[in-house]
């Protein structure tokens, strides 16, 4: 008998243990400030309320993205009660009101407090966004139950977080590979997860044209598709014999913008000019400076193959493009690449050393008539997006040929660039390809890994270590013009859904602590220790990640 009731005793405290299910808040990225009282809990119950302001159907789809969230992650279904004031769960605006009139930074209006105590819990932001931020901050400190548990226990928390940066971006290359918009999808809630909230789309590459532009109903359709692709990395010469195409129409660019916003992420559309611009020749070859045919290229690198700088066609062709994606996409920052442009063919093109001429282009030391030649183009362009109210953003090169005022750079040969922008007074995005190229492979064992760009380790430490703001070369005034780092996901050897997430994750856990977290707060050792749970949620959304970190 007494055996019977030991037996008893044990199977009930085994069920209690079972169910008693816990959140912490451990999460990635580390909020800012988190204050536990890990000795009271409070239990989130099913069918537990959800209060938010029934006129606003903003913060109603924020409301249904929490519950949706909890539902998957813990099991615990939640239940909409508009304007309930008993709620368990309340989101609301009643942020507090700072002491100074002082404008609010971008990185203040996302800023949330997620309060659990004995009454439930209780979520205030300033915008919107902040809700946001904080439901994620939630799905993320709540347990992955399998099969559901019946109620979930919440030590009492007040967490107070905020962004460290204001552009917290993510590229991925749709140049050299199409994905599909439902692969967009995911991968903006993969982003949003991480509070990364710049999709930086490339879209046009020497390997396709991937923008519809109603103007010219050819780009696209001839431009996107190159007669079959090189195998495997380093130009090996041998090629599939398969014809590869794909393009975003304008509509289904609205759907990706749309479906963006809703989860706080801005797309920040990229027409690599004047190189990189292969496609458009194949399909306009008199804006090439020889003529004559141009394939859509079937290999990676460099191409030599540029617009003409002298054709005064080039600037009407970009104005032309540039005006459709600024309709199609509403971002403040407009990219044109200017990244890898050789100058052999303007050097050679009479049209070309005309323009140089009449434009009085002349080698100062610094800058080559040729790179000046780029800058006037760039200018062109700038004024032209700028008049739509839009700044443009350039990759590092762009500074080679002197640079106008409101230009942004995307500093990618390492910082230097990036430095030299901000010493010259331009604002900065940093990107370095040592920490932010993340078509690297991640693991030190190359072979342990689907092959990829392989020329140097970007592994999830390295990325993990960069700090955007060099504080060694930049003055506390100068680091204010670095907007925030972006990690970039190129696509030459990345082909397919399942192998850009893995190329993605877990870096970009690490990469959102850069964005995201103040330095003090960053410890490698303890991410680690963080990322169990996130990888359980990449396991619900169904993505794949390295099961690895190094
Ligand atoms: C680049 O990697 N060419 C920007
Ligand atoms: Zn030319």
Redesign the pocket.
């Known amino acids: 008998m007494r055996h019977l009731f030991s037996t008893i005793f044990l199977l009930s405290l085994f069920c209690a243990t079972a169910t008693a299910q816990r959140a912490d808040y451990d999460v990635i990225p580390l909020p800012k400030l988190v204050k536990v009282d890990s000795a009271r809990v409070f239990n989130l119950q099913q069918g537990a309320t959800v209060a938010f302001d029934a006129n606003n159907p903003e913060i109603y789809r924020i409301a249904q993205f929490l519950c949706e969230w909890v539902g998957e992650t813990s099991g615990v279904g939640l239940t909409l009660a508009p304007n309930d004031k008993k709620a368990v769960v309340c989101l609301s605006l009643d942020y507090p009101a700072a002491d100074d009139a002082a404008e609010l930074t971008e990185q203040q209006k996302e800023a949330y407090i997620l309060k659990v105590d004995k009454r439930g819990i209780k979520i205030i932001a300033r915008e919107p966004v902040g809700l946001f931020r904080a439901a994620q901050t939630l799905r993320k400190s709540l347990p992955v139950v399998k099969g559901g548990a019946q109620s979930i226990e919440l030590p009492f928390v007040e967490i107070r977080d905020e962004p460290r940066f204001l552009y917290r971006g993510v590229l991925l290359d749709c140049g050299r590979h199409y994905f599909s918009v439902d692969f967009i999808k995911k991968f903006l809630d993969v982003m949003a997860l991480h509070g990364s909230n710049q999709f930086h789309w490339h879209l046009t590459e020497d390997q396709g044209w991937r923008f519809e532009v109603k103007a010219y109903p050819q780009l696209a359709v001839k431009g996107s598709v190159r007669a079959q692709t090189v195998i495997g990395p380093g130009n090996s010469g041998i090629y599939d014999g398969v014809p590869y195409g794909g393009y975003y129409t304008q509509d289904e660019c609205r759907e990706i913008v749309r479906y963006a916003a809703e989860r706080y992420i801005n797309v920040v559309p990229e027409i690599d000019l004047p190189g990189h611009m292969q496609s458009a020749l194949h399909v306009f070859p008199h804006l090439g400076c020889k003529g004559g045919s141009y394939p859509v290229r079937t290999y990676w690198g460099v191409s030599r193959e540029v617009l003409c700088g002298g054709n005064p066609e080039t600037l009407t062709f970009l104005k032309t493009v540039l005006g459709e994606l600024c309709d199609v996409f509403p971002s403040k920052f407009i990219h044109i690449g200017g ?2 442009c050789p100058k052999n063919r303007w050097r050679e093109c009479a049209k070309c050393q005309a323009k140089i001429k009449e434009l009085g282009l002349k080698d100062d030391g610094r800058h080559s008539p040729e790179n000046q030649l780029q800058s006037y183009i760039n200018r062109e362009v700038e004024a032209f997006v700028k008049e739509r109210g839009r700044d443009i953003i350039g ?1 590092d090169e762009i500074l080679e040929g002197g640079l106008s005022g409101g230009s942004i750079i995307m500093s ?1 040969r390492g910082v230097k660039g990036g430095i030299a922008a901000a010493r010259q007074g331009h604002r900065v995005i940093m990107s370095p ?1 040592v920490y932010s190229y993340i078509d690297h492979p991640q693991l030190k064992d190359y072979g342990k890994q689907p092959r990829t760009t392989d020329s140097y380790l970007v592994s999830a430490s390295k990325v993990y270590s960069f700090e955007p703001l060099i504080p060694d070369s930049l003055t506390v005034e100068q680091q204010k013009l670095i907007l925030g780092p972006q990690v ?1 996901l ?1 696509t030459e050897h990345v082909a397919y859904p399942e192998h850009a997430f893995y190329q993605l994750l877990p870096r970009l856990g690490a990469a959102s602590e850069v964005q995201w977290c103040l330095p003090a707060q960053k410890d490698f050792e303890e991410f680690k220790k963080r990322l169990p749970r996130l990888k359980k949620i990449y396991d619900l959304m169904g993505v794949t990640y390295c099961r690895q970190i190094e």
Request: no cysteine.
């Open positions: 990244d890898e990759w990618w390809n970039n190129w």
